[in-house]
């Protein structure tokens, strides 16, 4: 009789990228609305028409070598591992997030600034290094959490900064005492709406201080600040790129495997959330052109619901008001 061999596979981690245009009630934020109204709408939700998701090459290996398997997910994606299998402490595995809807930066709030691909040679090693500017990194390492106990929520996107830089764009948060705030204008000397009172009432969105810095090897000039340099690995297509490690020493929440090295009995969710955009509302006569209201603050742009009291705009045709190079407003125009 052949020899028969069982692995008994459980999930090692999963990651949510969730997007609130798809997700939130008009101005109510997805994690405030009751049931039975949140349940079904994340039970509806599908991040694969946004996101294209794959493991880099090196991680495949890994991934191959630890007998483990890597699944899209409606809610982002999952990977799998026999429950024995023993997972050093310093594995890393890395993910290409790649937008996979043209319209994606139409409902997206531009937290995560342009991005643009660069090539810089380096006259003192010969080499070309390619990068690709303002590219956040999302982490297990540098993540950050809402809630306690059962209502633990582990986010890989760093806190939302303190502070806002001095050439932080429209759409930017920060933090404004124990506010959150969004950036209505371009800095310097930007307009700001808040989001919450009390920022741990959010969650922890993907933000401006994502996309790590840049150290470039001497002698080389001409790379930008902030980003990820490209490779066989990490290819041009990406436009996030999340890092996960199986042991974080400060923080045992974001660990995925145990003090054995091996899954957790209770795998961790890791979630990244995308903030919608918000818009200042322009209602126009469509015979005349001209102005007939204008709502007083930007309002959020959702596929469920109306966060205004008349018709809702679609999620493009979003226009930049300019004050010279500077963005003054965004502004939905409807024509009624």
């Known amino acids: 009789m052949a020899e028969q061999v069982r692995n008994n596979y459980q999930r090692l981690f999963d990651v949510w990228l969730l997007h609130h245009y798809w997700l939130d009630d008009g101005a109510n934020l997805f994690d405030n609305l009751a049931d039975p109204k949140r349940t079904p709408r994340l039970q509806a939700y599908d991040a694969r028409p946004l996101f294209n998701v794959v493991p880099t090459a090196a991680t495949a290996r890994t991934l191959t070598a630890y007998r483990s398997l ?22 890393a595995l890395e993910f290409i997030v790649s937008t996979a809807d043209a319209e994606f930066l139409d409902y997206t709030a531009l937290t995560l600034r342009p991005q643009k691909i660069y090539e810089v040679f380096n006259p003192t090693d010969g080499v070309i290094y390619r990068y690709k500017e303002n590219v956040p990194v999302l982490s297990n390492l540098t993540g950050s959490t809402r809630g306690a106990g059962p209502n633990l929520k582990l986010f890989l996107s760093q806190e939302i900064p303190a502070v806002a830089a001095a050439d932080d764009p429209v759409e930017s948060m920060v933090l404004s005492g124990t506010a959150l705030v969004q950036l209505t204008a371009d800095n310097p000397g930007a307009t700001t709406q808040q989001l919450a009172a009390q920022f741990s009432d959010f969650p922890v969105f993907a933000n ?8 470039p090897p001497p002698g080389l000039v001409g790379a930008p600040a902030r980003g990820v340099r490209l490779s066989a690995d990490i290819t041009d297509d990406v436009f996030a790129l999340i890092r996960l490690v199986a042991v974080r020493g400060d923080n045992d929440a974001f660990s995925f495997v ?14 990244v959330r995308f903030k919608n955009r918000s818009t200042i509302w322009t209602y126009m006569d469509k015979k005349t052109g001209a102005v007939n209201s204008t709502s007083p603050n930007p309002l959020p742009l959702t596929f469920f619901g109306n966060s205004g009291t008349q018709q ?13 190079t500077k963005v003054t407003k965004l502004v939905s125009e409807i024509y009624v």
């Open 312 to 324: 809702k705009p679609s999620r493009g045709h979003v226009k930049a008001e300019l004050s010279g």
């Open 70 to 91: 890597f699944k899209p997910s409606a809610l982002g994606f999952t990977v799998a591992a026999p429950s024995n299998t023993v997972i050093p402490a310093d594995t």
């Open 208 to 215: 401006q201080g994502d996309a790590p810095a840049i150290v």
């Open 258 to 271: 145990d003090g054995a090295d091996v899954p957790k009995a209770q795998p961790p969710v890791y979630q």
